[in-house]
């Protein structure tokens, strides 16, 4: 790819030729933008901004023919060969300085079509997470990124490049909001307008944000989940032909095979896209397809009896699976499933994000575009099935989990049997069943990416990581922080083994504040002699411990009654940015939906310079111990704990102390 070119600009003399959509990629269903003929107009008045005047009369008519064919104004016309999409080596970017160059790089790989679920439609994943609202946005960002100082600071408004602003060097390069709205307003009906016409856009939360990895993320999140789910409902050391079933292989959950194989289980993972379970299998992330539901029962009885380690990709609805599963356990009174979850977009229900099993795939990408009344009453229906044969299977000895998709949040809407009387849920998220008590440590999902694309720089920072985290069991961690060092240690020893990779050269794993710190002090370092060739980009999951306020998800064992406030995350992205993050974002919706959920994130380069290691160290500090305070605060013991040794161990920090009320004093009032 000429990335001279790529990064020259927006061409409007000459335009380029109209293009077609690809048919060898996924595309995002086409949605019905529902506008008046007013709001129609504006939408395209608003898409023809970026363009002089001169190109209008050309481009009008192709706007608005997207708009009311696909619901959305991508631009088709100024998308570049896809198939060419990748993180290249950062010495390939031609930029002033080389924070510009390593944003470019992070752009690129979330738009790799080996990463991306909808590439030409800017999608990373989710069903709906974007890069940018359209290709215009993507060639004036990479132009801003390539020509700016750093003494500048790029302004990104829901993927629109509002321009380059005088600021200063420790100062963000990029500062990105996507989906801010005014409270009240933070409805979907508003966000399906709003995208229609490209006033707002969903970034998912590190698709907007620029630093997603490809699925080894959620791989590491889900392996870590039901590793510890076995622990919990079957004690240790018995998920050996155990099984988990769940659904979604699309976008972030096409990591659940791999998960499966890595946690040592047999699980079944249902897909209605073939596309996209050919595409895992591909991968070798699932290692056999079923097409019917009676082949699916007799794969994991053998499996079952051999105590097999197997991922099963299942052709067809998760309804039909579970109602298969149940019909067989009415039958024979044998129940065949362990452990079970869900990971369909329920963020986005009526638009892609789950499929209801009186319908085919295809059925539904017309019908959600056609129909929408009646597809979300089918939508619905679905659900209330789905729960019915979950519940059933649950009386007989299956544990479920919400999996912070919204399952249980879309089902109590649609009036399936998932809440107490109380009003709370039946079942547990996967944060209050094990990740909750991870975060209250202050681990989470800590990520890096190797600018250079070498393999062997990235197998330098696993060894790094790997030394630090043994540093740490030398320092008489508690109990609970021995076990999540030693499951991560395993994690990386044997990343590269288990061929994590896809897209850019990258890692994950969970790591705490002092973890952390310690990691990016030693690459930076490691950049800075040489062992490492080239920058490395530090990044997180926003689903980590300070990152997201989200009730039904980050923070729903929040018990203090906070749960619903956002001043964490908002904190979070203020603070990181103030002390030398690379560039900051804050976004509304991510993972649960639009106006559920408050998360930002952060990317900072290391390039071998005292500063950037200042930085690191400072901003890291910060970016962890924010949520471990707020834990604590809300009365957790963990984090009170781990609040309390950073304390201890870290000049500087006078922490407000939480002084928990005695119950029975409480109960007498």
Known sequence: MDLVKLCSGLQV??????????????????????????????????????????????????????????????????????????????????????????????????????????????????????????????????????????????????????????????????????????????????????FAMGCTMYGQMTAGSYCYIGPQGIVHGTTITVMNAGRKYLGPDNIAGKVYVTAGLGGMSGAQGKAIVIAGCIGVVAEVSREALDKRHAQGWIQKVVDSVDECIEVVKKAREEKAVLSIGFYGNVVSLWEGFAEYTERTGENLVELASDQ??????????????????????????????????????????????????????????????????EASRAGADVTKPDGSFIYPTYVQLTIGNVFSLGFGPFRWVCTS????????TDQLAAEVIRQQLEE??????????????????????????????????????????????????????GEISAPVVLSRDHHDVSGTDSPYRETSNITDGSMWCADMAVQNVIGDALRGATYVSIHNGGGVGWGEVMNGGFGMVLDGSDEAGEAAVSMLHWDVSNGVCRRAWAGHPLAQHAISNTQATVPGYNITTCNVADEDLLRNL
Request: hydrophobic fraction near 35%.
């Open 344 to 409: 369909t977009s329920l963020h986005n229900p009526f638009n892609g994000g789950y499929y209801p099993v009186q319908l085919t795939y295809e059925e539904s990408n017309v019908m959600m575009n056609q129909d929408p009344p009646q597809f979300k009453s089918l939508v619905q229906e679905s659900l209330r099935r789905h729960v019915k044969a979950v519940n059933y299977l649950c009386g007989r000895g299956m544990n479920f989990w919400d999996y912070g998709n919204a399952f249980l949040l």
């Open 476 to 529: 008489n961690p508690s109990p609970e922080e021995e076990g999540n060092l030693r499951d991560n240690l395993t994690w990386v020893e044997k990343a590269m083994e288990n061929k994590m990779v896809v897209g850019s050269q990258a890692r994950i794993l969970y790591s705490n504040q002092a973890g952390r710190s310690r990691m990016a002090a030693a690459f930076n370092r490691a950049v800075a002699s």
């Open 453 to 460: 694309g070498k393999e062997e720089d990235l197998l330098k």
């Open 13 to 194: 003399n000459p335009l380029p030729p109209p293009k077609e959509r690809s048919p060898d990629v996924a595309h995002a269903p086409n949605r019905n933008h529902n506008l008046s003929p007013d709001e129609r107009l504006q939408a395209i008045k608003n898409a023809l901004r970026y363009f002089p005047k001169g190109c209008h009369s050309e481009l009008a008519p192709e706007f608005a023919r997207e708009l009311d064919e696909f619901g959305h104004i991508y631009m088709y016309r100024f998308m570049p060969d896809t198939s060419l999409m990748r993180a290249y080596p950062i010495s390939e970017y031609k930029t002033n300085i080389v924070e510009g160059a390593a944003t470019i790089l992070m752009i690129m790989n979330n738009l790799d079509r080996r990463v991306a679920q909808f590439p030409e439609e800017l999608v990373t994943y989710g069903g709906n997470g974007q890069v940018f609202s359209n290709w215009a946005q993507f060639r004036i960002t990479l132009h801003y990124l390539s020509t700016m100082t750093n003494e500048q600071t790029l302004s990104m408004m829901s993927g629109h490049p509002a321009g380059l602003f005088p600021s200063h060097k420790r100062s963000p390069r990029v500062v990105i909001t996507n989906g801010m709205m005014i409270p009240n307003y933070s409805s979907k009906d508003m966000y399906d307008k709003l």
